[in-house]
Nanobody, 125 residues
Framework: QVQLVESGGGLVQAGDSLRLACAASGRPFSSYVMGWFRQAPGKEREFVACISGSGRNTDYADSVKGRFTISKDNVKNTAYLQMNLLKPEDTAVYYC??????????????????WGQGTQVTVSS
């Protein structure tokens, strides 16, 4: 069992940066894939980025590629999402998730077993 807590969201202006953090407790996730997803009001939850347990393999949605960077600190059991050049279209609740078994990076939310409560990111023009 894993509990995830996101932090770092807030209100920023277009072009600004934010770094989200996802702290895990209950079980270390250093061996497992983790991902970031987001959901805007009235829209379906969508994939943002994911990273392998080792941190060596990553994947990104086309909409954020080149602007967002996913990383992790296995000593702290914390994953991060560095978001640069933020746009109003990035406004959403951002969720982190952990795949509860070994495997490769995946963008399918059905492959993830544990989810955080979400943190709000709002980007104004």
């Amino acid at each position: 069992q894993v509990q995830l807590v996101e932090s770092g969201g807030g209100l920023v202006q277009a072009g600004d940066s934010l770094r989200l953090a996802c702290a895990a407790s209950g079980r270390p996730f250093s061996s497992y894939v983790m991902g970031w997803f987001r959901q805007a009001p009235g829209k379906e939850r969508e994939f943002v980025a994911c990273i392998s347990g080792s941190g060596r393999n990553t994947d990104y949605a086309d909409s954020v590629k080149g602007r967002f960077t996913i990383s992790k600190d296995n000593v702290k059991n914390t994953a991060y999402l560095q978001m640069n050049l933020l746009k109003p279209e990035d406004t959403a609740v951002y969720y982190c998730a952990v795949r509860g078994s070994g495997g490769f990076v995946t963008s399918d939310e059905g492959d993830y077993n544990y989810w955080g409560q979400g943190t709000q990111v709002t980007v104004s023009s």
